[in-house]
């Protein structure tokens, strides 16, 4: 079936270094949505890509949708310690369905 | 302030009891969703129901059954707990139209012993 691949699994960075997480699609996807889950939370919806070779930024956070839809990347510059959580990537697949990716751990060390 | 609920933080169970899983949005949502969550495998579709009294198997419906009789409300069974179903239960919601942004609850954490 269709899956979502996201890598790394945990990334532990000093406090100031950027930090990457990356998504793979086995199939086209409609769109790709990320969510942050802090420590004991709940994912929290960030934002969502539409359109293919889609880049937004939010402050420090940059998201990419890649042009065949099939990938996507989260990027932190200069991480803060309000940034420790894990980050999930959300595939949409046309339908009412979404594929979340394993998720991303971010430790971030004073 | 959009709201999914989930009726217990924590729960504890004894292999083989049926157990209920409550989740209720105040949002007017069609699409609700259960999930559950484990180290490394991330957030798996166990059922979702896209209108009242319908649903459709996710990826692992296997040892679960759900219910949703009002649309606000959208219950997990487990109708015979084992401890491999030991995990963190997660509800969310979302409007009827796709590709919208899912509201979750704050999840329950099941351990079956």
């Known amino acids: 079936g269709q899956q979502v691949m996201q890598i790394p699994q945990y990334q532990h960075v000093q406090e100031g270094e950027d930090f990457t997480t990356y998504c793979n699609s086995s199939?086209?996807?409609?769109?790709i949505q990320w969510y942050k889950q802090r420590p004991g939370g709940h994912p929290v919806f960030l934002i969502q890509l539409v359109k293919s070779g889609e880049v937004k930024k939010q402050k420090r956070l940059t998201f990419q949708f890649g042009e065949a839809k099939k990938n996507s990347s989260l990027h932190i510059t200069a991480t803060q310690t309000t940034d420790v959580g894990t980050y999930f990537c959300a595939g949409g697949t046309g339908g009412f369905k979404t594929i979340f990716g394993a998720g991303t751990r971010l430790f971030v060390k004073a | 302030d959009v709201k999914v609920t989930q009726s217990s933080r924590y729960l504890v169970k004894r292999t083989g009891e049926k157990v209920f899983l409550e989740c209720v949005q105040d949002?007017?949502?069609?699409?609700m969703f259960w999930y559950r969550q484990d180290p490394g495998l991330g957030l798996r579709l166990i059922y979702f129901s896209y209108d009242v009294k319908m649903k459709e198997k996710g990826d692992i419906p296997e040892g679960y059954s759900v219910s949703r009789e009002k649309k606000e409300r959208f219950s997990l069974i487990l109708e015979s707990a084992s401890t491999n179903q030991t995990s963190m239960y997660l509800c969310?919601?979302?409007?009827?139209?796709?590709?919208?942004?899912?509201?979750f609850g704050q999840g329950t954490r099941l351990t079956v012993v």
């Open positions: 949002m007017d949502h069609e699409n």
């Open positions: 969310a919601s979302r409007t009827g139209m796709k590709n919208t942004e899912a509201f």
């Open positions: 199939t086209t996807l409609s769109n």
